[in-house]
């Protein structure tokens, strides 16, 4: 059972471990939104904040993001396992299904969390400095849930795709609008009456909230109800994608 | 004598269009048993619903005594698959991919070196293990599969079009592997393959399956015998016709599933 999980997670580590374009490349987005974001909009949000600094603020949304993307990418690997056959290979082992979702999830999570460290220490760089040590020993924990519950949403969603073709979809109506609306780049205050709500409804906007309150010490929901959320929220999502990926034909 | 696989009214039913009606057949223990039919005859879905990758629409499969709906976890360590399209991890290496086969059909750790070892040796590829798949030639790849398909020590292995592409060396060579195990470790064969001569070079029970349905079955000899020719290639265009066919032609469905398949390769 152990072995399992730990080869299947293995395969994926050594893929990403590998793919040095792929890391370097996936480094840029974040960097990217760190400097024009946090330099563009830094002056508005101080005025308008009376005296905040943005980069405090803008720090753990762009972790979280790059935890997002890395995420749903890993588990939505899967398709391309089945397009280049390796599914079957997979699929036919006498293996539970489930020891599969969860090597899978383990795996992506964890690419997801060493990109969320390397963004991190860019921040650090950039000037942003966490509270405390424990504060970052919460944050990890925030960083980790984030990573589960994105790579379990990738891994449902590919068990039901057959091909890269709706990809576009994915990442447009759901992935970009999950990061744009969760409140990582702008406070979730103020906010026209379907904006809120939806960002209300977005998993992301408690992962956001906690990883700030833990790490930046900035909360609107409180890092224990955070906690809460996100918490369920993943072992929702591995349950029904474990539900799915056991319906899956090769 | 036993049979390691028995199947009964195995049907497949896409939407509106059925693939496999209702055959039965049964493979004796220890033997080589070629599965033949023009394309999309409803050779491959057969073997994925035996392996399975896929879900029959009705009818029993049982493998080693194992119902392979019920007791798919049983049935999936008795056998072993060599699959018609690629399935191998091109970024890992030839020796990444057997640990990774070897770890999930559970071969116990002190016995998987020497497994993996003797795998590789069968087929020529030990001194190459350390090389990443995607730097194989396509009949280093397909080598490496059936390599892969033994480290677990299957009751029966499943060989799909296992020599398609393949240069006359690389053929020979295959075939000679597969009958060294099915003699020396009494490994129960099933295979299917467009070469007749191979087939009726290898096996010892053949079934021709048409349009989804069995035509005929029995040993070369027999149908030989029964259909009036000289050789299983004259027996196969006697019971099969002389049209050439298209996977992809049909009804709408057909039509939908092989587009999918070709952009999968």
Known sequence: MIEVIYILWLRQLKHYWRSKPRLLGSLGQPLLF?????????????????????????????????????????????????????????????????????????????????????????????????????????GLVFMFLIAIFFTGLGLAIASMMKDMQGFQLIMNFLIMPIFF?????????N???????????DPLTYGVDGLRGAIAGMSTFGVFNDLVVIGLLSVLVCTVGAFLFSKVEA | MQNILSVQSLTKKFDDFTAVKDISFNVETGSIFAFLGPNGAGKSTTIKMLTTVLKPTSGKISINGFNVLKEQDQAR??????FQDPSLDEELTAYENIVYHAVIYKVPKKERDERIKKALEIVGLWNRREDYVKNYSGGMKRRLEIARALVHYPKILFLDEPTVGLDPQTRNSIWSHIRGLNKEKGMTIFLTTHYMEEAEAVADQIAIIDHGKIIESGTVEEIKKRTETQSLEEAFLKLTGRDIRDDNIGDKTRKRRGIRRRIRH
């Open chain 1, 181 to 189: 609306l969760s409140g990582a780049l702008f406070p979730l205050e």
């Open chain 1, 34 to 138: 760190l400097v024009t974001f946090g330099f563009g909009f830094g002056p508005m949000y101080a005025s308008a904040s009376g005296g905040g600094n943005y980069l405090d603020f803008l720090a753990p949304g762009i972790v979280s993001m790059s935890i997002l993307f890395t995420a749903v990418f890993s588990g939505l690997e899967v398709i391309w396992d089945r397009q280049f056959g390796f599914l079957k290979e997979t699929m036919v082992a006498p293996i539970s299904r489930t020891e599969i979702m969860i090597g899978k999830t383990l795996g992506g999570a964890t690419i997801a969390m060493i990109q969320g460290l390397i963004v991190l220490s860019l921040t650090y760089v950039l000037g942003f400095r966490i509270l405390s040590l424990a504060s970052l020993a919460l």
């Open chain 2, 77 to 82: 360590a008795s056998f072993g698959i060599v």
């Open chain 1, 191 to 201: 906010l026209p009456k379907a904006i809120y709500f939806i960002s209300r409804i």
